[in-house]
């Protein structure tokens, strides 16, 4: 990084996206038998897949001090955030094609608020990608003109 600052967005981006998988690998599902990860149906499998990607986005726009590439990782980070989101609330209303009567664990809360957590950082990113590019601007407008 040029200015050795800490890209903070990336990595609360990181964090959710190892929290998520870590959500994936414990218990979604919780009967009166044997419990279930997230892995025992496609939703978790998609879960799983976003975590990764929003990890690795994160774990990108942390390397990178281009803010064309933060806001490229920024966008890609929070896609991939609305996706496991989105495979969190699917998987919390399939525990019944998974075993019949099974109840949310706490897995699914982890990797669902992960990827809450993830769609904020990755918005924070993209805002700061946004606020550097307008600094940059007003930093050559302001630039005195030789001739």
Avoid: N
């Amino acid at each position: 990084m040029r200015s050795g600052k800490i890209h903070y967005a990336g990595v609360i981006g990181a964090v959710a996206g190892v929290l998520s998988v870590l959500g994936v690998y414990s218990i979604w599902w919780q009967t009166e038998g044997p419990d279930f990860r997230g892995t025992a149906h496609v939703t978790g499998d998609l879960a799983l897949w976003a975590s990764i990607a929003m990890f690795v986005f994160a774990g990108a726009s942390i390397l990178f001090s281009d803010p064309g590439i933060r806001r490229a990782m920024g966008a890609l980070m929070t896609i991939s955030a609305v996706v496991l989101t989105a495979a969190a609330v699917v998987g919390a209303y399939s525990g019944d094609e998974v075993a019949s009567g099974a109840t949310i664990g706490g897995g699914l809360w982890a990797s669902g608020l992960a990827g809450l957590l993830g769609i904020c950082a990755g918005l924070l990113a993209l805002q700061g990608s946004i606020k550097a590019d307008e600094d940059a601007a007003a930093m050559s407008h302001d630039a005195p003109v030789t001739p």
